[in-house]
């Protein structure tokens, strides 16, 4: 894994229009920076999901800390089929 990151979900204080701006440029910068997988953590993952065009889930955990619950998502870049 060589991107790892915790990053913002929807909250009170995050509008949904900010964060799925959020989550579409970050996906758009990874699918060129990441090689192969990369790990997000998140509090909420129902809205990123839908982001996972180019990464394919392989591992979902979900762990606690204290009464907060996050989730780490590892995701593997799809491959790109050759072209001719």
Excluded: T, W
Aim: aromatic share 12%.
């Amino acid at each position: 894994v060589k991107v790892v990151s915790y990053i913002p979900s929807l909250s009170k204080r995050n509008k949904e229009q900010d964060i799925r701006k959020f989550y579409s440029e970050l996906f758009h910068q990874l699918n060129y920076i990441a090689k192969d997988k990369v790990a997000l953590i998140v509090k909420k993952n129902d809205l990123i999901k839908s982001y996972f065009d180019k990464f394919k889930l392989i591992k979902e955990l979900q762990i606690r800390n204290g009464d907060v619950k996050f989730y780490i998502l590892v995701l593997k870049k799809n491959e790109r089929k050759n072209q001719k």
